[in-house]
């Protein structure tokens, strides 16, 4: 094979490509974080004692689980306009995300809330405190920590489905990518700086959750 | 006269279709100390889970302090309190846990010190200061600041029993609260609670020590089948007992 590398389309670029990230990643956060209020809530419905409720989480979940991401961001930014619901690209996406993202870490929730002891939220109840209070004093904060790895591995692969915006035309990373890929034909190089990117990043993302994690950490 | 600390009023309660309280009546005075032996399955620890609501009950009437638990009566009708009602109701009184419960993601004196901020509305120095008078009674003052991972079983309970009597009970409920504990931890853990009642504390127990049970109490209950089976003095329960079923059980549990 004879290829001659040339970056230096690639580098005049490149000021796009971080920009990109930096919208992929206020994406990511800004969608988890409603996420993880979604993945909470239904989590707790997941586990009531109320059939219906526990049958609409399980719905919630079954649907948004097993639809393809992709489908989802298409049918919510071309679908969802003609029923009167119209959304911005960037807050089309951030809703997908945040739904989407709702549906597995309810999953992620109810694992860790099904592993803590039964006593630890009676301990709290006999202390005279409401179920509710309970719920955030101590069997959230327990539970988050105990399910934190699990919440870090989500939060990079749903990272990492922002490039899919990309295909409402987003202005993120691989948007870009692909602009500069037609716009200079060097293929091999654009194509190779963005995963660079992405894996670099990712890499930075797991090492903060590393920290996060270990700061956190129950003493023992 | 002032209302009995516990009066318990022919409770009924049951697990979808076993009964397994078949109308239990009993009276404690402040002051008191009321053990609950017997086998496992006759009803003792669900008995004092209905005091503080953690079980809910079909019929009868618990009253704490002349309150009844958990439910009122509206034209003759019964109704479940409020949650907020019935977290002030579950303050009346302490409880200690088999398996301790402490909250692992705080420091012992933090464990000691949030129902004393949250539901006692204490300052927080004030706060500070009651568990740390706590933890001392219990001798875990110089481990105050230890995760409940770093502590042993003995330790643990310790400091959940100073949780739990640090919010100034009327009542103080201990299930099994040496079951969980390996054999050399035991004594520790049944001389803080010994102290607790030489004080004055009025205290209802489920045990399987018989010796401590019969040292400590002013009165023992045998329940035998969800019923009380016999109740009276220590002495004239594990020495004299009455009904057979009552002998066995002491001689299967070595008394």
């Known amino acids: 094979m004879d290829y001659n590398f040339n970056f230096a389309a690639v580098w005049r670029d490149f000021d796009l490509l971080l920009s990109g990230l930096g919208l992929g990643l206020i994406l990511a956060v800004v969608s988890i974080a409603i996420g993880c209020l979604i993945g909470l809530f239904l989590a707790f419905g997941m586990l009531s004692k109320k059939r219906p409720i526990r049958w609409a989480a399980t719905v919630y979940v079954s649907a948004f689980r097993n639809t393809p991401i992709l489908v989802l961001i298409l049918f919510t930014f071309f679908a969802l306009p003609e029923l009167g619901i119209r959304l911005g690209k960037i807050e089309s996406f951030i809703v997908t995300l945040a739904v989407y993202s709702g549906a597995y870490l309810t999953e992620v929730f109810r694992s860790g809330l099904v592993s803590l002891p039964s006593g630890l939220r009676e301990a709290g109840l006999t202390i005279g405190l409401t179920e509710s209070r309970t719920k955030i004093l101590i069997t959230i904060p327990v539970m988050f920590r105990r399910v934190l790895p699990a919440l870090g591995n989500n939060f990079i692969s749903l990272f990492k489905d922002t490039s899919l915006a990309a295909a409402i035309a987003v202005p993120e990373l691989t948007f870009y990518a692909r602009k500069i890929n037609v716009e200079t034909f060097r293929v091999i190089e654009t194509w190779m700086v963005a995963s660079l990117i992405y894996v670099l990043a990712c890499s930075i993302i797991a090492a903060i959750l590393r920290r996060i994690e270990s700061r956190l950490s129950i003493p023992r | ?255």
């Open chain 2, 1 to 255: 006269m002032t209302a009995p600390v516990l009066e318990i009023t022919n409770l009924h309660k049951s697990f979808g279709k076993v009964e397994v309280l078949k109308g239990i009546n009993l009276t404690m005075q402040s002051g008191d100390v009321v053990s609950l032996i017997g086998s496992s399955g006759s009803g003792k620890t669900t008995l004092l889970r209905c005091v503080n609501l953690l079980e809910d009950y079909e019929d009868g009437v618990v009253a704490v302090a002349g309150e009844q638990i958990g439910y009122t009566q509206r034209n003759g009708r019964r109704i479940r309190l409020k949650e907020k009602e019935i977290a002030r109701q579950r303050a009346m009184t302490g409880m200690v846990f088999q398996h301790f419960n402490l909250f692992p993601h705080m420091s012992a004196i933090r464990n000691v010190m949030l129902g004393l901020i949250k539901t006692r509305k204490m300052r927080n120095d004030e706060a500070y200061a009651t568990a740390e008078g706590w933890l001392d009674r219990v001798g875990m003052k110089d481990r105050k600041n230890h995760y409940p991972g770093q502590l042993s079983g003995g330790q643990q309970q310790r400091v959940a029993i100073a949780r739990a009597i640090a919010m100034n009970p009327a009542l103080m409920l201990f299930d099994e609260v040496t079951s969980a504990l390996d054999p050399e931890l035991i004594s520790e853990v049944l001389a803080v609670v010994k102290d607790l009642a030489f004080d004055g504390m009025t205290m209802l127990l489920v045990t399987h020590e018989m010796q401590f049970a019969h040292d400590v109490s002013d009165t023992v209950v045998f329940m035998q089948d969800g019923r009380i089976g016999e109740e009276g003095p220590p002495d004239q329960l594990f020495h004299s007992p009455k009904s057979e079923r009552l002998k066995a059980f002491l001689k299967s549990s070595k008394f």
